[in-house]
């Protein structure tokens, strides 16, 4: 499913039916990304712990909501909490079906897979590309 492409070789039909995700972010890319670590954290606090984990896709969803069309998202760290036990990358393409974006990626991508964190810390997590309909732009 997933792809890694160069950013020069990336055609619009390819980004239209899958989330693309920067790994290498051209400038004028960056300057024009959303934060999304302020809007989303201050929405999750006013929930009780028990219910963030439930309500963290719908928060996103209601933040993109908000946006102008094809936003830019950026910093997506407070999804990563270990507490919310979720898998970010199925949080993040079932958003996309519903208002496509474009995210720049948080971590890194070696071996055909994101990696977030480092390898020991609570928040580390790997997504094989190929297990998710995302295109990997480097």
Same mark, same amino acid.
């Given at each position: 499913m997933g792809a890694v492409i160069?950013?020069?070789n990336i055609t619009d039909k390819q980004s239209a039916y899958s989330l693309p995700i920067y790994i290498n972010v051209p400038p004028e890319?960056?300057?024009a990304a959303v934060s999304a670590n302020k809007p989303l954290a201050a929405e999750l606090i006013s929930l009780t712990?028990?219910?963030r984990t439930m309500q963290l896709e719908k928060c996103f969803i209601r933040l993109l909501e908000t946006l102008p069309d094809f936003p830019v998202i950026k910093d997506i760290d407070v999804m990563f909490n270990?507490? %919310?036990r979720v898998d970010v990358m199925k949080i993040l393409i079932s958003a996309y079906k519903?208002?496509?974006y474009s995210l720049i990626w948080s971590g890194r991508c070696s071996g055909g897979r994101l990696i977030y964190a480092e390898?020991?810390?609570a928040? %580390?997590?790997t997504y094989e590309i190929s297990d998710y309909d995302i +295109?990997? +732009?480097i």
């Open positions: 160069e950013s020069r890319t960056a300057s712990p028990a219910r270990p507490g %919310y519903r208002k496509p390898e020991g810390c928040d %580390y997590r +295109i990997c +732009i």
